[in-house]
């Protein structure tokens, strides 16, 4: 008669103790620092203006210290606008010459920190590229393509692609690849090589650590991606890409790229868990940071049980109702058995202890 009482308690002192249970692993959380200014642009062929007419656009840039909150441009001749829409158009109403212009921006965040960059455009000929995967990992191949930049202009081909990879190194060809030692944001600038000059576009690039490597039960999981700490607001955001794939086949189940924001909470602590689907169960990964560093993640099934987006006292409620049950008893929960070993157990509430309170990412 008095089970009910015994689970109850060692649920309380799981829960007041999961950061003694549960191993710590440490996660690399990057401080605040300068944005990153980066805008490409296109020249409007078929608009019928005096002059020559460019669409900017600086959305890709880039800040880790909050929002950029304005966005000046130097448009090379003598006009200069303060703007707080990072997509802005620009008509030269003598026309671009034929060696192009230079345009300067600068952005502003948050904080009151600047960033700048100046890329030489033409009307003529544009450079554009692309890139993949969208969100590497440290030591991960990311190729880069500029097939897509166009010359309208026979008498100003293009000769050659001179890549900037943002990290001290360089490249040359139509398409390339490269891999980045160390996570962080990295501006990658393509010019092209022409007779007339070396027309110029860029892109923010974040490379981020391996967070978690693992296996649970029949799959392999990796999380890689960055985290941006801004200690002001007392904010933690990241993007995280999750890979899961079958361990014997090595056939991929899922990947998936998640943004999120969490808040740290009064003890300068914050917890969240990714959610994804496999094909027996709905596997959860937690992770737990704090204002210095990361403590750790885990792998489990998802202990969002209720299926309300928060890890909370009806998620435990329900392990404890089925705690010590197996498969085939009347008590028995799968859903509940968290680490996947046939037994609702002390590990099973620990896990669940480990990521109480907090927001699911799915």
Same mark, same amino acid.
């Given at each position: 008669?008095?089970?009910?009482?015994?689970?109850?308690?060692?649920?309380?002192i799981?829960?007041?103790s999961?950061?003694?249970?549960?191993?710590?692993?440490?996660?690399?959380?990057?401080?605040?620092?300068s944005?990153?200014?980066?805008?490409?642009?296109?020249?409007?062929?078929?608009?019928?203006?005096?002059?020559?007419?460019?669409?900017?656009?600086?959305?890709?840039?880039?800040?880790?210290?909050?929002?950029?909150?304005?966005?000046?441009?130097?448009?090379g001749?003598?006009?200069?606008?303060?703007?707080?829409?990072?997509?802005?158009?620009?008509?030269?109403?003598?026309?671009?010459?034929?060696?192009?212009?230079n345009?300067?921006?600068?952005?502003?965040?948050?904080?009151?920190?600047?960033?700048?960059?100046?890329?030489?455009?033409?009307?003529?000929?544009?450079?554009?590229?692309?890139?993949t995967?969208?969100?590497?990992?440290?030591?991960?191949?990311?190729?880069?393509?500029?097939?897509?930049?166009?010359?309208?202009?026979n008498?100003?081909?293009?000769?050659?692609?001179?890549?900037?990879?943002?990290? +001290? #190194?360089? /490249? @040359?060809? %139509?398409? *390339?690849?490269?891999?980045? &030692?160390?996570?962080?944001?990295?501006?990658? !600038?393509? =010019?092209?090589?022409?007779?007339?000059?070396?027309?110029?576009?860029?892109?923010?690039?974040?490379?981020?650590?391996?967070?978690?490597?693992?296996?649970?039960?029949?799959?392999?999981?990796?999380?890689?991606?960055?985290?941006?700490?801004?200690?002001?607001?007392?904010?933690?955001?990241?993007?995280?890409?999750?890979?899961?794939?079958?361990?014997?086949?090595?056939?991929?189940?899922?990947?998936?790229?998640?943004n999120?924001?969490?808040?740290? +909470? #009064?003890? /300068? @602590?914050? %917890?969240? *868990?990714?959610?994804?689907? &496999?094909?027996?169960?709905?596997?959860?990964? !937690?992770? =737990?940071?704090?204002?210095?560093?990361?403590?750790?993640?885990?792998?489990?099934?998802?202990?969002?049980?209720?299926?309300?987006?928060?890890?909370?006292?009806?998620?435990?409620?329900?392990?404890?109702?089925?705690?010590?049950?197996?498969?085939?008893?009347?008590?028995?929960?799968?859903?509940?058995?968290?680490?996947?070993?046939?037994?609702v157990?002390?590990?099973?509430?620990?896990?669940?202890?480990?990521?109480?309170?907090?927001?699911?990412?799915?």
């Open positions: 008669m008095r089970r009910p009482l015994v689970v109850m308690v060692a649920v309380l799981v829960l007041a999961a950061s003694t249970l549960l191993g710590s692993r440490p996660l690399s959380v990057h401080a605040s620092s944005p990153f200014a980066t805008f490409d642009w296109t020249p409007c062929e078929t608009c019928v203006v005096v002059g020559d007419l460019f669409f900017f656009n600086a959305n890709g840039s880039l800040s880790p210290s909050g929002a950029i909150v304005s966005y000046t441009w130097n448009f001749d003598g006009t200069i606008v303060k703007t707080a829409n990072p997509i802005i158009n620009h008509d030269y109403p003598v026309g671009v010459p034929s060696e192009g212009v345009v300067t921006l600068t952005v502003q965040d948050i904080t009151g920190q600047t960033g700048t960059i100046r890329q030489l455009i033409m009307f003529q000929t544009v450079p554009a590229f692309s890139f995967p969208t969100f590497p990992a440290v030591g991960v191949q990311v190729k880069f393509d500029g097939s897509g930049s166009i010359s309208f202009s008498l100003n081909p293009i000769l050659g692609y001179l890549w900037d990879f943002g990290d +001290g #190194s360089s /490249g @040359s060809g %139509v398409i *390339v690849t490269h891999s980045y &030692t160390a996570p962080g944001s990295y501006r990658v !600038g393509l =010019s092209l090589v022409t007779p007339d000059g070396r027309p110029t576009t860029s892109r923010i690039l974040v490379v981020g650590n391996i967070v978690l490597k693992g296996t649970f039960d029949d799959v392999n999981v990796t999380v890689t991606g960055s985290f941006s700490l801004n200690q002001t607001s007392r904010t933690l955001k990241a993007t995280l890409t999750v890979t899961v794939v079958n361990a014997t086949s090595g056939l991929l189940i899922i990947t998936k790229t998640l999120l924001t969490v808040m740290f +909470g #009064s003890r /300068g @602590s914050v %917890v969240f *868990v990714l959610e994804l689907p &496999t094909n027996s169960y709905t596997l959860g990964i !937690g992770c =737990s940071a704090n204002l210095t560093g990361a403590k750790g993640c885990i792998l489990s099934k998802s202990p969002d049980l209720n299926h309300n987006g928060t890890i909370d006292i009806i998620d435990v409620s329900m392990m404890a109702s089925a705690f010590d049950s197996t498969p085939g008893t009347p008590k028995w929960n799968p859903n509940a058995d968290l680490n996947n070993n046939g037994i157990d002390i590990v099973d509430l620990s896990i669940a202890a480990f990521d109480f309170g907090a927001p699911v990412f799915s």
